[in-house]
Structures are given as structure tokens and as C-alpha cells.
């Protein structure tokens, strides 16, 4: 599961572009999650302000 921390978030949209699975969306300077997330962890790591984190819960 994915958890976007928008006091965090700087809205720049790297994750957006490292997701494989196309799962984000960035509308309007608002980070939401659109697709099926299969919880790699790519952009959480991608994240340059630790806006992401990826656990195994549901």
C-alpha cells in the first residue's frame, strides 16, 4: 500500500515518471493514486522529499 504525505509532497512529479505500472497521477498540482499499485517501492525511493511510503498493509 501506498501512502503519499501531502504536507511533503512538492508536487514535482518524479514519481509520476518512475511508477512502471502508471499508478500516479499528478492533476493539478494534487498527487493521487489512479492505477493499481503493486507496491515496488521505485518511487518512494525516487522521491526527493520523502513524500512516499510503501508498507505491506492492505
Do not use: F, Q
Request: aromatic share 4%.
Amino acid at each position: 500500500m501506498l501512502r503519499i504525505n501531502r504536507d511533503k509532497c512538492g508536487y514535482c512529479g518524479t514519481c509520476v515518471a518512475v511508477c512502471p505500472e502508471d499508478a500516479l497521477e499528478l492533476i493539478d498540482a494534487y498527487l493521487s493514486l489512479e492505477g493499481e499499485c503493486i507496491a515496488c517501492g521505485i518511487c518512494a525511493r525516487a522521491c526527493p522529499l520523502g513524500a512516499l511510503e510503501v508498507s505491506n498493509e492492505e
